[in-house]
Structures are given as C-alpha cells and as structure tokens.
C-alpha cells in the first residue's frame, strides 16, 4: 500500500477551499499527473456525486470512478476509487485559521490481485507522484483569485 499525507496553510477560507477540492472537475487543474476529470454523477460535491478521473500510466492512461463516499460540509471530503487492480481513498481536511485556512490531502493508493506484487515499487513512486501533486495544489491555493 503506498500513502501520500501533505497539509498546507492557504489564504482562502475552509469553505471556499472546501468547495474547490471537493468539486472533482478541479483535479486536473491542480495535479499534473490528471489529465482530466469529468462529472458522471450529480452536479457538484455531495455524497454519491462521481467523477472519472484519467491519470497517465506507464505505456496507457488509466480512467478511475472517483466517487464521494463521506463529507462534512467544508470539513471533511474522502473520495474512494476501485478498479479491479487499484484502491484509491483521498482524505481532504479543512481547518479555519485566524486568516484562510488549513488544508490536509490524505492518500492512500492499494494495488490488488495481480498487481499487488508491485506494491513495494508502487510506494515508492508514489512519493514522487505525491509531490508532483502538493506542488500543484500549494500553488493553486495560494493564490488570492
């Protein structure tokens, strides 16, 4: 299993940030391994609303159902994603500060049946990737737009 945790101080309020990650249509916006995210269930954030999320793999892109399986209202969102290779679960947290707020992705990415062998190899990419997409995201957040 390979994890992935960041958090990061934003001028933007928990609600507005909230309401940026939890809306999945941003993901490509901000990681740079997403090449894009595309609605297929509800019309914004809320429990059930689903999105398919097309990610560059080694040799193809891979298309995962991301769906919204827990939220808090500009709290908490965990969206979870399975193939049947692959578990994604992504926790995001959002804390008021006395100006904007703080945020904290939480990722977790499981390999299953045959690919559970590259799971070792998998970890250690995924810190890689896992940067790549803090970075991303540090720069989207701290804008003041």
């Known amino acids: 299993m390979a994890h992935y945790a960041m958090s990061l101080d934003t001028p933007?309020?928990?609600e507005r940030a909230f309401?940026?990650?939890?809306?999945?249509?941003h993901?490509?916006?901000?990681?740079?391994?997403?090449?894009?995210?595309?609605?297929?269930?509800?019309?914004?954030?809320?429990?059930?609303?689903?999105?398919?999320?097309?990610?560059?793999?080694?040799?193809?892109?891979?298309?995962?159902?991301y769906v919204i399986s827990e939220m808090q209202q500009d709290r908490r969102v965990e969206v979870r994603a399975e193939s049947s290779t692959l578990r994604s679960?992504?926790?995001?947290?959002f804390v008021p500060q006395q100006s904007g707020c703080t945020v904290t992705y939480d990722a977790t990415l499981e390999t299953l049946g045959v690919l559970k062998v590259i799971s070792?190899?998998?970890?250690?990419?995924?810190?890689?990737?896992g940067d790549r997409a803090a970075g991303g995201l540090r720069r989207a957040l701290e804008s003041t737009n």
């Open 12 to 14: 933007w309020s928990a």
């Open 89 to 93: 679960v992504d926790v995001m947290t």
């Open 27 to 65: 993901f490509a916006d901000w990681d740079p391994g997403v090449k894009k995210s595309v609605a297929v269930n509800g019309t914004g954030p809320g429990i059930g609303a689903a999105w398919d999320v097309t990610v560059g793999g080694v040799g193809r892109d891979i298309t995962l159902r």
């Open 19 to 25: 309401k940026y990650l939890a809306d999945l249509a």
């Open 120 to 129: 070792p190899v998998l970890a250690l990419s995924f810190k890689r990737i």
